[in-house]
């Protein structure tokens, strides 16, 4: 089974500062995907990236990116010049490529609570 | 378009009883999972439809269960509910079953069980 573990349950963030939450995972499958979820306190997870794993290059959306280390099995998420509207629980979550039995699972880490400073 | 919706978005309920929750996928998405959020397990997988039929389910009782209609509208019933299951209940649509479709939440119903 696949298991995904975020090591910060903390993080805090001055704005317009950079910050990098981290996660690791734990899987014997070659393709899967990787996401960064954002909980805010209204409590809608709201997807922030996605990650294929056959694919080498980092993903990227505006302010955020992903530093993706396949054979450390390494998935950390970058918020560069960071807003107050970035405090929330970040989620790392692992999905299992289609032809699996689990694919339609999406498998979350313990989360990272964000907090942003003036 | 229209976010997933959910109703209702607060249930008190008390020992014993049951409860039905309902998700309202995007238009067009066929496939609805369900996962339960508490503080001391975190967000957990309970069950995946897609086009009526359950293809995944994940490690929860038999007392948790849920069908989809054919408007791909969801329900989730939890019968003989125990305090442990005070939890938030969130669904996600995503418009194929598999890694592809991206799966989009909704606001979640919070369930308190006295």
């Known amino acids: 089974a696949q298991t995904v573990t975020q090591s910060q349950p903390e993080m805090s963030v001055q704005e317009a500062e950079t910050v990098t939450l981290s996660c690791t995972y734990d899987t014997s499958e070659s393709d899967y995907y990787l996401f960064w979820y954002k909980q805010p306190p209204s409590r809608q997870m709201i997807l922030v990236i996605r990650?294929?794993?056959?694919?080498?290059q980092n993903a990227t959306e505006n302010r955020f990116s992903v530093n993706f280390q396949k054979a450390a099995k390494s998935f950390s998420l970058k918020i560069s010049d960071s807003q107050l509207g970035d405090a929330a629980m970040y989620f790392c979550?692992?999905?299992?490529?289609?032809?699996?039995?689990?694919?339609?699972?999406?498998?979350f880490g313990t989360g990272t609570r964000l907090q942003v400073t003036l | 378009k229209a976010g997933v919706t959910q109703t209702p978005r607060y249930l008190i309920k008390t020992r014993g009883q049951q409860v039905t929750l309902s998700c309202s996928p995007i238009s067009g998405h066929r496939s609805v999972s369900w996962y339960q959020q508490t503080p001391g397990q975190g967000l957990q997988f309970l069950f995946e439809?897609?086009?009526?039929?359950?293809?995944n389910k994940g490690n929860f009782p038999g007392r948790f269960s849920g069908r989809q209609f054919s408007n791909s509208r969801s329900e989730m019933n939890v019968s003989t509910l125990e305090l442990g299951d005070s939890a938030l209940y969130l669904c996600?649509?995503?418009?194929?079953?598999?890694?592809?479709?991206?799966?989009?939440f909704g606001p979640g119903t919070r369930l308190t069980v006295l």
């Open positions: 990650q294929e794993a056959y694919k080498q």
């Open positions: 439809y897609f086009s009526e039929t359950q293809r």
């Open positions: 979550a692992y999905r299992s490529p289609l032809n699996t039995g689990t694919a339609s699972k999406l498998t």
């Open positions: 996600a649509s995503s418009p194929t079953s598999g890694p592809r479709g991206e799966q989009f």
